[in-house]
T-cell receptor
Framework: DAKTTQPPSMDCAEGRAANLPCNHS???????VYWYRQIHSQGPQYIIH???NNETNEMASLIITEDRKSSTLILPHATLRDTAVYYC????????????FGSGTQLTVLP | GAVVSQHPSRVICKSGTSVKIECRSL??????MFWYRQFPKKSLMLMAT?????????EQGVEKDKFLINHASLTLSTLTVTSAHPEDSSFYIC????????????FGQGTRLTVV
């Protein structure tokens, strides 16, 4: 599975959009980009995933660059409850293997 | 989304005793479940992969006789920490991957184990 690089921490004002970047320059053609988040002392929560098209759901939007070497997770209106560690993971969709977690980005939403 | 229930959420046990943690997929079947361990301020580390009806596959450095895994059905996997010691105190998390077309995995709430 391709390795990902994320900034260790970011702050965002409550009510503003939070844009979390992820670099995955070695991604291969059949690998998806997954985003999870982990609120303190809880299990990770699935957010969104995509292959090459931009995706949106009730939680967030995922923007993947045309060359697929990077992506951005967008929380359109961040709330205090969005404070968490956000993990960007790249993996092939057909894989039954585990998700490999990097260090993630600690997002702190400020009042 | 799919729900994975992990029980108990917190447990305190004495050194030398064993503790069982359950992981259930509530609304889907999972042929594969994963067990992770997480130390404070660290990322999740895979311990083992649990396959229904077969023996678990352990990651390097994880003692299979200490961390017993049983995946007896398509909705239940258990992790038993045997002869627990204080250094086994940690946050244990399971995840389950639905069989069929869905590609994402779902996680339990985690179990905070404290061995005193």
């Amino acid at each position: 599975d391709a390795k990902t690089t994320q900034p260790p921490s970011m702050d965002c004002a409550e009510g503003r959009a939070a844009n979390l970047p992820c670099n995955h320059s070695t991604i291969s053609g059949n690998e998806y980009v997954y985003w999870y988040r982990q609120i303190h002392s809880q299990g990770p929560q699935y957010i969104i995933h995509g292959l090459k098209n931009n995706e949106t759901n009730e939680m967030a939007s995922l923007i993947i660059t045309e060359d697929r070497k990077s992506s951005t997770l967008i929380l359109p209106h961040a709330t205090l409850r969005d404070t968490a560690v956000y993990y960007c993971i790249v993996r092939s969709s057909g894989s039954a293997r585990q998700l490999t977690f990097g260090s993630g980005t600690q997002l702190t939403v400020l009042p | 989304g799919a729900v994975v229930s992990q029980h108990p959420s917190r447990v305190i046990c004495k050194s030398g005793t064993s503790v069982k943690i359950e992981c259930r997929s509530l609304d889907f079947q999972a042929t594969t479940m994963f067990w992770y361990r997480q130390f404070p301020k660290k990322s999740l580390m895979l311990m083992a992969t649990s396959n229904e009806g077969s023996k678990a596959t352990y990651e390097q450095g994880v003692e299979k006789d200490k961390f017993l895994i049983n995946h007896a059905s398509l909705t239940l996997s258990t992790l038993t920490v045997t002869s627990a010691h204080p250094e086994d105190s940690s946050f244990y998390i399971c995840s389950a991957k639905p069989r069929g077309g869905r590609t994402e995995a779902f996680f339990g709430q985690g179990t905070r184990l404290t061995v005193v």
